[in-house]
Structures are given as C-alpha cells and as structure tokens.
C-alpha cells in the first residue's frame, strides 16, 4: 500500500512496515522502520529510523534517515537531506544512483577519516544540479586533508570543473587560513572536499589602541601586510597579526591595563576563544558583531569577563566557566546554541532582565540573577549555589547524593522541577510541577504552584510558612513508602500509597485518597473528602472539626488530648478507635445521631 502525509503529526511506533510513503507537508516519525518501498518527500518532514528502501526523491521539505540506512537510489532536487539526525555524522548507503542537486548538507568533524556524514552509493553520482554544499561543523577548525562526502561505485557523471560553481557554505566566508575546496578528482568516483592551510593560536594585544576586533579584510589588505590587534603564538615580540576565520583567540592580562573593552565588528567565527585573564583585568565585549561559528568560550583565569556586545551571539560550541565571573552585561548575551558548564566562578546575569540559554550545567560555582531570569533549555545542579530567577520551558534538576541544595528564588519555569538526589532546601517559589526521588529530601519553606510528587523512599517537610498547591502525591509500594511531615499548607488534595505516612499539622484542602498500609495523621484542618482505604489519624491536643465526607470503610483513629468533631456525611466507618482525648461523629442533616466516646 501507500502513506502520504500532507498535514498534521504521524508517528509510527517501532517495527512498523509499510509500502511506498509520500510526505508533502506536516510531520511523518517512525523511530524504526524496518522496511518500505519509495520515499517522496516534497514538503513537511519525515524523520525514519533505519530504513532500507527503493527510490527516494527528495524535493522539498526534510528528509532525516538513520545512519546505515540504504536506498535503492536518490534523486535530490531540492529540499534538507540530514544523514543520523542534525550534529551527528552517520553514513548513508545506496545501492543505486545518486542525484544531488539544490542543498546538500553534511555533518563534519576535525578527523577527516570518522565522524563525518558520508554518501556510498553503488551506482553512479551526478552533481549537475548541485548548487550548495553546507557543512555543520560538529567541533572546531576542519583538519587539513580530504572529507570524502559521496562515493559513486560507477563513478561521477556530469562533473562540474573544479566544481567552482558550487558555493559552500557553513564556514567563515572569506577571510580564513585555510582553503576550501570541492573536487570530483581527487579521489576517483567520489565528491571529496580538500581541507589545506594551518589557522594560528593569538593572543590580544590591542596593538594598534583601537580596541576593534574584526575578520581580516581581504580587499583593503591583501598582501597581508597591515598591523593587527594580535600576537601569533610562538612569535612573542615578532610581527602583529590580522585574526583570520577559524583562528583560536585569547585574552590575557595586560600590564598596566584593569580594564579594557573589547569592540566586536562583523561576525567573528573564531577556533576556540578563552579569556584567561586573572582579577587584575576586565574585559567587556561590545560594538554590533557577534561570535557566531563553533567556537566555545571558555572563562578560566580568575578574572571578570561581561558578554555586552549587540550583535546575536550564535556560537555553538559550550561555554565553560572555571574560574572568574563570567557577566551577561545584556539580554541574549548567552548563544542559544551553546551548552553553559559552570564548574567554579560566578555566572552573573544580575545585570540583565533575561537571559537564554541552552543546557546547562551548575557543579561548582554560581549562577546569579537576582533582578531578571534564566530561560535554559535544561538546568542540571550538581553541586554550586544557584540564585537566579528562572523562565522558560526549561526544567530544573538538582542531583548529588550526599549534598545539599538551597533555592530561594522565583522559578517560573515551564519544564518541572526534580530533585534526583540529596537534599534541597527550598525557600524560594517553584511554580511548576516538582518530584522528589527515592532516598531524597526535601524542606520546603517556600511554595510549589505545581504538583508535588515523591517517589517510593523520598521524603519531605514542609515549614509552617510552606506551601505546596497543585496537590500532593506520596508514592509507595510493598517495600517501601515515602513520607512528608507538614506544618504549612496543603492544597490540591493529597494521595498517600502504600506504606506511605502524611502528616498534616497545619492545613490539608482538597481532600485525600489514601491506600490500603497508607497512613494520614492530622492535627491541623482537613477539608474534602476522604477516600479512605488505610488509615486515618486526627491527633494533636487542640479541638478540631472536619466536615470531611469519609469513606472507604477503613480505620479512623483519634489520638490525643484534644477534641475531634466529624460532622460529614460519611457512609461507611469500618472501625473507629479512641485511643485519646474526644471523639464526636455527627451524620445526616442536622445531626440525625450523634455517638460521643470520651477517653
């Protein structure tokens, strides 16, 4: 038969079969498709596990395989071909031909010989239609050599000479070290492209005072013979230097110089970048430009380094802070692209009203923010003081068996919050949903907006100014049980599983479901109904009452020296016990009986 997708998501579970598929718009998954026939892709996206298939055009839209899958042939017009998914190389294989034309893009680390995206077809490759070679450059500069993108078992057919009406795309445009070439020649039947030229390590010296990095200009100097702001390594005292694209930059301490700024022109898409200057030096990045590329930044020396250029910051490699302070002088300062790792020094966006973010990691160190937010992608906290507000529909994860967090800011964001391990102290807001595993736990002096969930094992308290909201689940099971002791307030229900204990002296809204070997003790207020299939406890020695409809048939126990008034409709009791203090249960309207037991 046949699929076609032309609007709307599709998934496809594991293992499913089909014959030809067609997408024209809207969304095809299918995370392993054992088999199909033809593939059209002409709109939308199809994203397939490993596939082995007939002909394939791809004329539009996306078209991402798994790498190892196999083709009968394909026809590329026009449309993204994404060889085992974005950022990762993988090689597709055909038994046919192959046509490229349009866009082909490519997936390149620094070893020519693995990690690359890599055609091989059986049959013959034609490059009659091809106008655009884009190269996502998984790691740094590319190494000197041959990337062989396509072999063609029955050779290259409608070479393009020197292929120079080829544009490539995805690295520095102009102004780099290196060259960059598309041949057809150098290795018989294979589109190769052939990497030459060494990029330099420099160092800022601000020579000429102006205090503007920019890209080398190749038309205003091109014997390369102009004065730049930087020193080759290796050449201390020699000749000055241009930066040219892809070449590895840092930034040290000067002498007689605390602080300097830094005036970006362009897009500068250098090798790698660190400021290793110590506290005795500031450096401000400013001016329009930006750091684009795949580079990394890297902040290590112990100085303050504040990220204040205007330009958008598109760089995707990771930022990595050691040592210093690392201060996002503006909102977007931080590349989206880039994973943040902060293993020492203080990240500061107290400056800032936001700041986005890709992953990130906190294991030592800061992250501050106290007058705007941090919107990351993911935020895992191993270690470290985070003092941020956060935004965004990011999560949050503290994980580190032993240690102990503290959180007292304002957490509104969208993607939950988990404590995987040890223990956290939460004094700020979390609004969101937020878990707590097993062997974790947690002291809550502050308020959860969303859910509160604990796993088998965890266990929790909660502060007379606490407050949890969106209700309350108490995860347990026939080896273990999880616990939460609360003086602060309950809303939104709660749920306590087996072998679970809540309890409950300040308020419990919303009702409880409690399971059979579930425990609820409270000595505070309840209201709503109980769905009572364990045990429940009031205590405390002050006089209560609950208009609480109690079912379930299960045990109902008063402790205590106080007084305790049912006045709920509750249908059936199997057992209540008066161990101490008063008991009063009241039922029907307007008190039809009423059975007082005193101790």
Known sequence: GALAVSNGTLSLAAANAAGNLLVTGGTLSASSLASAGTIGVSGGSASLGSVSAGAATLSGGTLSLAGGSTLGSLDKTGGSLLIAGAGVGGQLNGTGDVALGGVARFDLSTSVSSGNDRIASGGSLSLLDLAEVNLNLLGGSLSNGEYVL??????????????????????????????????????????????????????????????????????????DTVPGNWQAAGNPGGLLTQFYAGDSVAFADRDGI?????????????????????????????????????????????????????????????????????????????????????????ADAAAVASATAGAV????????????????????????????????????????????????????????????????????????????????QLNLSGTVGGQHTHAAGASADVAAGGSAAGGVVLSGSLSAGS???????????????????????????????????????????????????????????????????????????KTGAGSVTLSGQSPAIATLALQQGRLVVTTGSGASWQNTLNS
């Open 258 to 346: 605390a602080a300097e700024t830094v005036t970006l022109v362009g897009e500068l898409s250098p090798g790698a970048l660190t400021f290793a200057n110590t506290a005795a030096t500031t450096y401000t990045l400013a001016g329009d430009g930006a750091l684009v590329g795949v580079t990394g930044l890297v902040v290590s020396g112990g100085g303050r380094v504040v990220l204040g250029n205007a330009g958008a910051n598109s760089y995707s490699g990771a930022t990595s802070l050691t040592s210093g302070t690392l201060e996002l002088g503006r909102a977007g300062a931080l590349s989206p692209a880039s994973a943040v790792s902060v293993s020492g020094g203080a």
């Open 361 to 440: 990691t906190l294991s030592s160190g800061s992250i501050t923010g106290t007058s705007g937010s941090l919107a990351a992608d993911t935020l895992l906290v191993t270690g470290g003081l985070l003092d941020a507000n956060l935004a965004g529909p990011g999560s949050l994860r503290f994980e580190g068996s032993g240690k102990t967090f503290a959180y007292g800011r304002n957490a509104a964001h969208a993607g939950g919050t988990t404590l995987a391990a040890g223990t956290l102290n939460l004094s700020g807001a979390v609004t969101g949903a937020l878990s707590v595993a097993s062997g974790a």
């Open 483 to 557: 616990t939460l002791v609360s003086a602060g307030s309950l809303a939104g229900g709660a749920t306590v599983g087996r072998n679970s204990t809540l309890t409950s002296a300040g308020s419990l809204a919303g009702g409880a479901t409690i399971s059979a070997g579930g425990r609820l003790v409270s000595s505070g207020s309840l209201a709503g109904a109980v769905a009572n299939s364990g045990t429940l406890r009031f205590a405390g020695s002050g006089d209560v009452s609950s208009a609480s409809v109690i079912s379930g048939g299960s045990l109902v126990e």
């Open 150 to 223: 396509v072999t063609a078992a029955a050779g290259v057919i409608d070479p393009l000479v020197g292929l120079g009406g080829v544009t490539i795309t995805g690295v520095a445009a102009g102004g780099s070290r290196q060259t960059i070439e598309l041949s057809s020649s150098v290795t018989p039947g294979a589109l190769s492209l052939v990497v030459a030229g060494s990029v330099a390590s420099l160092t800022w010296t601000n020579a000429a005072g102006d205090g503007v990095w920019r890209l080398r200009d190749a038309v205003l100097d091109p014997d």
